[in-house]
């Protein structure tokens, strides 16, 4: 297998639209590297420069250490998986997989023994005789997955394959490939929009936005210490809330003011009474945070990270709020509350159970804990918490 390095990469296509920019990414022998972010972000005409299938406009690519950026795409040796498939009407399953193969002139014994171990290992092996008509959506993806497999190359690229797919089979294809890298232990560079697929199938995540990659990091810590509010809200499904307000200190501690930011002199007055101090523990007391002492600043708080039993809202009552019940969704195992703040601001909570007594315009009480509290800077929307 091998690394992939991608060194100070622009891409600015003739119309002039800048796509990629300083983009910098060092890959690692064996990782699974997943490519996320909005549609227009990038992250494919990063995949396809890597594949050479797009020229890059400045930087520089290597694979296992050898620059490629005027190497042609086949002799890369990378195999590429792409959203439609791209299988042969008139071919068979098995003449699919073995295509690649037979293009090189591999000897037919061992074009015979991959075919068949790839086709083992994604339980093709039923349908080697098959045409792609014959197949599912699902059949479909693995057959494409197996005639990359074949290749034994240094490096997969995926392009969005299961987006094609309908919602069950996605998730049993996110499986397949998981358990796939977990059997080849090959390094996988991913591009998806799906922040699910991501979270759940990648060893290091790649924000992206508008050709900028935002933060590089494991599942955990891009959830748990985003670097922007955009990848606050970008990962995790409900997004994290976000509540605007000022920061200050009395006697009790430090804490944010909860109200709006960006109104006029008169609407503050307006909402003046509305506004509700949320109190933070003192390890919120560093240099930087205080350094945003009276000025606004952006409050995060993850969805299950809302409470509203009344024993934690009496322990966290630092940091309760009154909210009007607008929406709840039940969902067997948890619901999801769609909640209206006083100062007309909108949250959602995580409840693991099924809140049978919360209805539509119920007032209710929640807390929010202190220990999961995000802060961000109001005009540049950096993270101020380390």
Known sequence: MATVGLNEVVKVYDNGVLAVQDFNLQIEDKEFIILVGPSGCGKSTVLRMIAGLESITEGEISIDGKVV?????????????????????????????????????????????????????????????????????????????????????????????????????????????????????TTIIYVTHDQTEAMTMGTRIVVMKDGIVQQVATPTDLYNLPVNLFVARFI??????????????????????????????????????????????????????????????????????????????????????????????????????YLKTQWDSNLTARINDQVHDVRYDDMITVALDPDHIHLFDYETEVSIIH
């Open 236 to 337: 995790g499904m409900p997004p994290m809330n976000t509540i605007e307000g000022r920061l200050g200190k009395d006697e009790a501690g430090l804490f944010v003011c909860a109200e709006p930011i960006g109104t006029d002199s008169k609407e503050q007055s307006t909402h003046a009474v509305d506004s509700v101090k949320l109190y933070l523990l003192p390890r919120y007391e560093t240099e930087e945070v205080l350094a945003h002492l009276d000025r606004p600043v952006i409050l995060g708080i993850r969805p299950e990270h809302i409470y509203m039993e009344p024993e934690d809202v009496e322990r966290y009552s630092d940091t309760k709020l009154q909210v009007k019940a607008e929406v709840v969704e039940m969902l067997g195992a948890e619901s999801y509350l």
């Open 69 to 185: 950026n005027n190497v042609s795409a086949k002799d890369r040796d990378i195999a590429m998986v792409f959203q439609n498939y791209a299988l042969y009407p008139h071919m068979t399953v098995y003449d699919n997989i073995a295509f690649a193969l037979k293009m090189r002139k591999v000897p037919k014994d061992e074009i015979d023994n991959r075919v068949r171990h790839a086709a083992e290992t994604l339980q093709l092996t039923e349908l080697l005789d098959r045409k792609p008509k014959q197949l599912s959506g699902g059949q479909r993806q693995r057959v494409a997955l197996g005639r990359a497999i074949v290749r034994e190359p240094k490096v997969f690229l995926m392009d969005e394959p299961l987006s094609n797919l309908d919602a069950k089979l996605r998730v049993e294809m996110r499986v397949q490939i998981t358990k796939l890298y977990q059997q080849l232990q």
